[in-house]
Structure formats: structure tokens, C-alpha cells
């Protein structure tokens, strides 16, 4: 069995050992160093056009990350061939951490008490309500689900926003455009966990956050290019959106001129709120990879027409 490895980052040797190890039978290449002629499977990251277009007999492509946004051009890529992309792979519970801490440190009032530290005053501020801080997940698929379940049991209302209404214990589902507007009229922070598709970039413009409460909270840990950056800034700085903790950008690196990285109710951090874990991903590569050998079936296919 060949199986064609290419990711544009520098950590290949890692990713090829375990490929290795888990897959001892199977031959690993590295393009561009080999070709794709006799390719079985694919594992790629961010691959270029010209990959793709390669790619065209081989058994599946394995995505290496949950979202599919960054496979250029898939209509050179014929239906038959499965894209498949990460389930969890170890980063629902980075996701849930991540969430989890923003989510806290927004109802706990952290910020407030670091702002009364940069004034040395000492004041004990109401606790809000956790009956009414709401959180809305944008997005009730694999991570979002996780989420939801954690923020459940950390006792916060949970509402989650998907195309097919969900039922999830304890979280409140809301499904299509058509309820986009009541899930956000209560949501005090608005969790985005969807995947970038033609039907959700820019979802997140001025006319959707105003439908979120005075005070709400983003937190954009999906893909930037979901929000509009510039609506964003204005809804924060009149006033009608307390902040955000953003980790993706449309352009990353986040360009050293963007207002986000010195605006003081932004928190940034650099796409790092789930990242793919080489031993986890492998595993269930290879697991993936011996079903479809054994002709099982495998989840995480991607549905072309949806995008993800
Ligand atoms: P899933 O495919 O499991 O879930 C996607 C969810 O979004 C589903 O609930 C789906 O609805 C919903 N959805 C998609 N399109 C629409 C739409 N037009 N209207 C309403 N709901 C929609 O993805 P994952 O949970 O695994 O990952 C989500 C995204 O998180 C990834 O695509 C990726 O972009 C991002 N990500 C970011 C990481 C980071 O480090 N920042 C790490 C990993 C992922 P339905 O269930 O009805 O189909
Ligand atoms: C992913 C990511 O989609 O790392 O997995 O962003």
C-alpha cells in the first residue's frame, strides 16, 4: 500500500515516523520528492492545486485538521474520491479547555477584576446571574457537541445553532437561518465552532452580532474568514459587544498592522485553540485506512455539496 504525505509545515518527520509505526506494510512518500502515479491514499495538509489535481485515482484523501476550508480547488477532484477529515483526533477536549476558560473568565468577571487591579481597588463585584448567562454555540457537530456538553455541566444555559435541529441533553437546539435570530436575542457569549463554507463566511457581520444582547462576548475559534473583522471593531467600540477572544484570522499570521492585536477588549491567540495531535490523528488514520481495505465503512467523509 502507498500513501502520499505532504503538509507545508516543517514537522513531516514526526508525522511520517508515526505513519510508519502504525501503517508498518504500507510505503510513505513525501511530495514533491515523489510523484502521485501509484498513491493509494493521500494525507495531506493545505495542499496546493497541483496535488489535487494528482490526486485523482487514489482510494481517499485524509485531511489532516477537522475543517476542509484550506483544500484548494476540490472540483478537479472526482466524487468517487472520499475527502475525509479529522473526528475529535484529541481536539474536542482542547476545544472544551479552551471554551471553557473563556466562557469562566467572562462570567467570573476576570477581566473587570484585572482592569480594578491596574487601579490597586479593591471591590467585590455583584456575581451575575448563571441562570442567565447564556451561551450560544455556533456550530453542534463534533467539537461543538463537546462543548455544549462541558458548559452543561459547568451549569450555564446552553444553546447550540446547527442546519439540522439536534438533541443534545440539556442544550437547547436551534436549526437553520431562519432561527439564526432567536438563538442569538439571549446569547451573552457566542461561541463560533462552524466550518467555512459558501453559505457561512462573513456570517458573523454588524447585522447578526447587533442581534446579540448589549454586553454579549465572541469567541471565534472556527475560521476568521466567518466574521467581518471591521463590523466587529465598531459593534465593540460603540459599545454593544463587550469583546471578543478570537484564534483565527482571514489572513494568518494576523498581519503586524491589524487593529486587533493592540485593541484592549480583544484577546488573541495564534490558531492554537485545538491543534492536531500527530499520534492521535495517525491512529485514527490508520484505523480509517484498514476498515476501507477491509471495505467498512469510515466517518468523517466529506459532503462536497455542504463543504464540510
Ligand atoms: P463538524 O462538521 O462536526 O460540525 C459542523 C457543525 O456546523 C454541524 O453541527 C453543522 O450542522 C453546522 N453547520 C455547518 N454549516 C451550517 C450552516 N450553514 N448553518 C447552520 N449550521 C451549520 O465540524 P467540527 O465540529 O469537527 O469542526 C468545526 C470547525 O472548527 C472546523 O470546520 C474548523 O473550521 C474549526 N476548527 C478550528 C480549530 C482551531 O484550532 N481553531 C481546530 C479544529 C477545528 P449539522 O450538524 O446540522 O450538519
Ligand atoms: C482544523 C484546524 O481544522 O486545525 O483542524 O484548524
Not at 475529535?88 to 466562557?103: I, P, T
Not at 484564534?247 to 485593541?263: G, I
Not at 484498514?290 to 471495505?295: F, I, K, M, Y
Amino acid at each position: 500500500m502507498n500513501i502520499l504525505f505532504y503538509t507545508p509545515g516543517t514537522n513531516s518527520a514526526s508525522w511520517i515516523d508515526a505513519l510508519m509505526q502504525a501503517l508498518p506494510e504500507a510505503r510513505i512518500d513525501r511530495w514533491p520528492a515523489s510523484s502521485a502515479s501509484d498513491t493509494d491514499y493521500a494525507v495531506v495538509w493545505k495542499p496546493p492545486p497541483e496535488l489535487v489535481a494528482m490526486l485523482k485515482r487514489v482510494k481517499a484523501i485524509f485531511n489532516l485538521g477537522a475543517g476542509v476550508d484550506s483544500m484548494s480547488d476540490l472540483s478537479t477532484l472526482p466524487r468517487s474520491v472520499p475527502l475525509v477529515r479529522l473526528d475529535d483526533a484529541g481536539m474536542a477536549e482542547q476545544m472544551v479547555e479552551y471554551v471553557g476558560h473563556v466562557v469562566l473568565r467572562r462570567y467570573r468577571e476576570f477581566d473587570a477584576y484585572a482592569d480594578q487591579q491596574g487601579e490597586a481597588r479593591w471591590q467585590q463585584r455583584p456575581r451575575p446571574s448563571k441562570s442567565s448567562f447564556t451561551v450560544g454555540i455556533l456550530g453542534a457537530g463534533v467539537l461543538g457537541t463537546a462543548v455544549a456538553g462541558a458548559l452543561v455541566q459547568l451549569g450555564f444555559p446552553v444553546r447550540a445553532w446547527s442546519r439540522a435541529r439536534k438533541a443534545i441533553p440539556h442544550v437547547t437546539s436551534f436549526a437553520g437561518v431562519e432561527e439564526l435570530d432567536d438563538f442569538l436575542a439571549v446569547t451573552r457569549v457566542l461561541v463560533c465552532l462552524l466550518p467555512l463554507t459558501r453559505d457561512t463566511g462573513k456570517l458573523l457581520d454588524a447585522a447578526r452580532l447587533s442581534r446579540l444582547p448589549q454586553g454579549a462576548y465572541l469567541v471565534n475559534v472556527a475560521r476568521g474568514a466567518l466574521l467581518v473583522d471591521a463590523d466587529l471593531l465598531t459593534l465593540i467600540d460603540g459599545g454593544h459587544l463587550a469583546g471578543a477572544t478570537l484564534d483565527v484570522f482571514r489572513d494568518e499570521p494576523l498581519p503586524a498592522e491589524h487593529p486587533f492585536w493592540h485593541h484592549p477588549r480583544i484577546v488573541l491567540t495564534p490558531h492554537v485553540s485545538a491543534v492536531t495531535l500527530v499520534e492521535e490523528s495517525v491512529a485514527q488514520i490508520a484505523g480509517k485506512i484498514r476498515r476501507l481495505e477491509a471495505s467498512l465503512p469510515i466517518t468523517g467523509i466529506v459532503d462536497r455539496e455542504r463543504g464540510y
